[in-house]
């Protein structure tokens, strides 16, 4: 035995009894620090006070998330889709939607449009939350205040067929000639530039919310900030908002009608859109429905859940240049490529998501026509992958132009992994089909608007969502006139069809516009439609009667119950 | 010393100065604005917009407004969040990111230290070749597969135990923070414990431990007097920069925990061109940067005059 060997052993055998100490001492130390930071912790939380399961039947009390955290509450000024999901909650406009997408009052009993008039009989019952009754000062003064140049509204256009409302918005005019007028407390009456058909059903829209002149005043510009500084008159308040983290909304009793608000307490306790950690918060019951990705599918269906989809109304579509300079303006090259590719594939091989629908027509399935579907009464003219054909087009086009060869082109697109994965579809299919090489631009949103803006692409990848329940909230996007309008396509035949769907009070004939607004969008190869999105979603199955909307909030649980 | 402190923070100054102005001159380059929207303004709501937001000024007066702005530690109004101001963001958000990473310092710091000196207490054997197989893991995975990782396992646990042993993703009390903590701190830890490791084997070889044992010292003072003190400085000379590191760089992690922290905003506003937010955040990291560094550095030339010569 060598003594050295021994005073190494001993060393170690004591070094390592006093590392057992120091981690016995650290856990102790990181014990106490954890309790403070409980504490501290308690002051950011994101429980919002309640409970943790995703349905508490006791409480009548249900848990979910947000995408993102709405970026004020002010309806006036909202432009986003939480902020107007949470306000259907919590606000209730002259018109709503019922539990089948149908119109029907809301804060207005009834009313009558004649001619450029439309007039609104306020219901007695409808309340503030502190128990005055909506009047029709309410309506004028949330219209005026939308367009007045003070507030910079993005949404004041949607208010323009009101009479005045743009002169309103622009400066020229005061805010007190804008064509609404409160008649008596219950009376609103509202006078229109030029008598349209669909003016009704924009009305649900939340830049028509209204809101009350003595409380705006009081906030001091922070009106919708804060749970505290906005009033409401729907199903339910906001009680907490803890900036980024959790919402809580609790039924209103001063609201008018039993049969919407049956649920006590909405509780999003979650802010976030990374879809693993929902399915994940899903999977732990500590939400009651959550939205998948296409990878997600399998254990869905693994665990034996209640799978759902819907189309959330949207249209994607490949946007073509049409300004002069760009090659993309000759119609024989963008048949080529509306030849070459077919969104059929598109949505079955490369998205591989239930609810998609292959895109055909700029006009989305659920539009409603003169009394079936839009689009069953015109089905949508479209060219079936042809690569024969394709090719032809490409080399007329090619003599058209004078080229022996197409150069590069650029295809515009966002930064998200799927629209990546999209363009790459498109890509190949072009240099397998056409031999054409294109390369992709991936941009951030507000880059990708600036560039479509700028004109800086040949095509690019864009969609188009309804603001309104009418077919035109669609048909006049490529009109010569409209700012969206970014791959400048012109087309007198086309702002002519326009014009008649905007001015014609005969539903047939504004149908018949829209039918001939699809076939000259189709002949002129304005875009190639890609696809309708869909949402695949789950549910906790006691949760019952939660709508999906096309139009207006896109979850809305005022109709919902817990099933025991 | 003194002239030397001054020095350091007026470098300090300058930098985040520096920082503020490349941020503001790369910021208005990019294409697009922040009040761009999918529904195109016509030329009456854009006038109305620059209008409120003082976009319509030209761009060295707004340089100027802002930098005077930014003087009187007001960061002016996010474009996103329209009611909210920037100095709100970050008081109700940073404590958030600074308490989830203070856990995950501690963590980091206290694993880094004796793992460190496990490792080298039984070089070559077993512990340390498990422990350095970890830390290779532990440095070269990037957090956010720990994270998507960490939290499946807790689904399968929880699903496992029939009850909640830790809630899967939120914010409110320490039960949250731990899973996003350790995720948080594991890859500094990795770094720790080599850096650890290696300074523990030089000290275990010096004189003075030689020393010490000759002179019959007990060993348990050996180890905590001469070995452990001794190696440990280059550990907490390392802290000041990874306590900045880790609490301005918890995003990802931020992300899939659905933590409030101000990671997310930081990066939401780079992609939604907040102008007033990209600002806000960049200074506010950027002079917390800055601070811990100099703090690091005065540290060093009060423990070490050498550096104060240099």
Redesign the interface.
């Known amino acids: 035995m060598k003594p050295d060997r021994s005073?190494d052993s001993?060393?170690?055998?004591?070094?390592?009894?006093?590392?057992i100490v120091?981690?016995l001492i650290?856990l102790l130390?990181?014990a106490v620090?954890?309790?403070a930071?409980?504490w501290?912790?308690?002051?950011?939380?994101?429980?919002a006070g309640g409970s943790?399961a995703a349905v508490d039947i006791e409480a009548n009390t249900i848990t979910t998330?947000l995408r993102d955290?709405p970026?004020?509450m002010?309806s006036m000024?909202a432009?986003d889709a939480v902020s107007g999901m949470i306000l259907n909650h919590v606000m209730e406009g002259l018109l709503r939607y019922d539990q089948f997408g149908n119109l029907e009052g809301g804060v207005a009993e009834r009313w009558e449009q004649n001619g450029s008039e439309i007039t609104f009989w306020l219901r007695e019952d409808s309340l503030w939350s502190d128990g005055q009754p909506v009047t029709a000062h309410d309506f004028v003064f949330a219209w005026r205040n939308a367009l007045s140049?003070?507030?910079?509204?993005?949404?004041?256009?949607i208010l323009y067929p009101v009479l005045n409302a743009?002169k309103v918005?622009?400066?020229e005019l005061p805010l007190e000639s804008l064509g609404v007028e409160a008649v008596d407390d219950r009376t609103f009456r509202v006078t229109l530039e030029t008598p349209i058909a669909y003016f009704d059903r924009m009305v649900a829209f939340v830049t028509f919310l209204p809101a009350r002149e003595d409380f705006y005043n009081a906030t001091n510009?922070?009106?919708?900030?804060d749970p505290h500084e906005m009033l409401y008159n729907g199903p339910y308040m906001m009680t907490s908002w803890?900036?980024?983290?959790s919402l809580r909304l609790e039924k209103n009793p001063y609201y008018w009608d039993d049969n919407r608000g049956l649920i006590e307490v909405i509780n999003f306790?979650?802010?976030?859109s990374?879809p693993?950690?929902l399915l994940?918060?899903f999977?732990?019951k500590?939400i009651v429905m959550a939205d998948l990705g296409a990878t997600m599918l399998d254990e869905a269906m693994l665990q034996g859940w209640q799978i759902q989809s819907f189309q959330e109304g949207t249209v994607f579509f490949i946007e073509f240049n049409h300004r002069d300079e760009r090659l993309t303006r000759n119609l024989n090259l963008r048949k080529a490529f509306y030849l070459a590719q077919d969104s059929g594939e598109l949505v079955n091989r490369v998205i591989k998501l239930p609810g998609y629908l292959p895109g055909e027509s700029l006009f989305p399935v659920w539009l409603r026509g003169v009394e079936d579907s839009l689009r069953d009464e015109f089905p949508a003219p479209m060219y079936e992958r042809n690569i024969e054909l394709a090719r032809e087009y490409l080399q007329r086009a090619l003599d058209e132009l004078g080229l022996e060869q197409l150069p590069q082109m650029t295809l515009l697109t966002g930064d998200t992994p799927t629209s990546r994965m999209q363009a790459e579809y498109y890509q190949e299919v072009f240099k397998r089909n056409l031999g054409v090489d294109v390369i992709i631009d991936s941009q951030?949103?507000?880059?990708r608007?600036?560039?479509m803006?700028?004109g800086e692409f040949d095509m690019v990848m864009a969609g188009w969502g309804p603001?309104y329940d009418d077919p035109l909230t669609f048909a006049d996007l490529f009109t010569s006139w409209?700012?969206?309008n970014?791959g400048r396509y012109a087309s007198d035949a086309l702002d002519a069809q326009v014009r008649i769907a905007q001015s014609s009070l005969d539903t047939e004939e504004r149908m018949r516009a829209f039918g001939e607004i699809q076939r000259l969008i189709y002949e002129d190869v304005v875009i190639i439609p890609n696809y309708e999105r869909g949402y695949v979603y789950v549910t906790d199955p006691r949760l019952r009667g939660m709508i999906r909307r096309v139009i207006g909030a896109e979850i809305d649980f005022t109709y919902a119950w817990i099933e025991e | 010393m003194w002239s030397y402190t001054l020095k350091r923070i007026l470098q300090g100054i300058i930098t985040v100065w520096f920082i503020a102005t490349a941020t503001f001159v790369a910021m208005h380059n990019v294409p697009g604005d922040p009040l761009s929207s999918d529904r195109a303004a016509n030329e009456t709501i854009r006038a109305n917009l620059e209008a409120r937001y003082g976009l319509d000024r030209p761009l060295f007066e707004q340089y100027l407004m802002y930098m005077g702005n930014m003087l009187r530690g007001d960061f002016g109004i996010s474009f996103t969040q329209q009611n909210r101001e920037v100095n709100d963001i970050i008081r109700e958000h940073f404590p958030v990111s600074a308490t989830l990473g203070v856990l995950a310092v501690v963590f980091a710091a206290l694993g880094g230290i004796l793992m460190g000196a496990l490792t080298a207490l039984y070089r070559n054997r077993l512990p340390d070749y498990i422990i350095m197989f970890l830390v290779i893991l532990g440095i070269s995975v990037p957090s956010f597969v720990f994270a998507a990782l960490g939290q499946l396992s807790l689904v399968n646990l929880n699903a496992m135990m029939g009850f909640s042993v830790l809630p899967v993703a939120g914010w409110g009390t320490v039960s949250h923070m731990l899973l996003p903590a350790l995720v948080l701190g594991l890859g500094t830890m990795a770094y720790l414990t080599r850096l650890m490791r290696s300074s523990m084997l030089e000290v275990i070889s010096s004189d003075y431990v030689r020393t010490a044992r000759a002179k019959g010292v007990p060993p348990a003072r050996i180890f905590t007097r001469h070995q452990l003190r001794n190696a440990v400085m280059p550990v907490i000379t390392v802290l000041g920069p990874a306590i900045a590191a880790i609490t301005t760089g918890g995003f990802v992690v931020e992300l899939v925990f659905a933590v409030p922290g101000l990671g997310r905003y930081f990066v939401q506003a780079v992609q939604q061109l907040d102008y007033t937010v990209i600002m806000g955040t960049t200074v506010f990291y950027g002079t917390f940067l800055v601070f811990m560094v100099i703090l690091v550095d005065l540290v060093y030339g009060w423990i070490d005059p050498r550096v104060r010569l240099k």
């Open positions: 005073v001993r060393l170690l055998s004591a070094a390592g009894r006093q590392l120091f981690t650290s130390g990181v620090l954890m309790f930071l409980n501290l912790a308690g002051l950011t939380s994101s429980a943790r998330y955290e970026p004020q002010n000024i432009t140049p003070a507030l910079g509204s993005q949404y004041a256009f743009e918005n622009n400066g510009g922070r009106y919708g900030a803890v900036h980024g983290s306790a979650h802010m976030t990374d693993n950690t994940n918060l999977k732990d500590q951030i949103f507000r880059q608007l600036e560039k803006t700028q603001d409209n700012l969206n970014r």
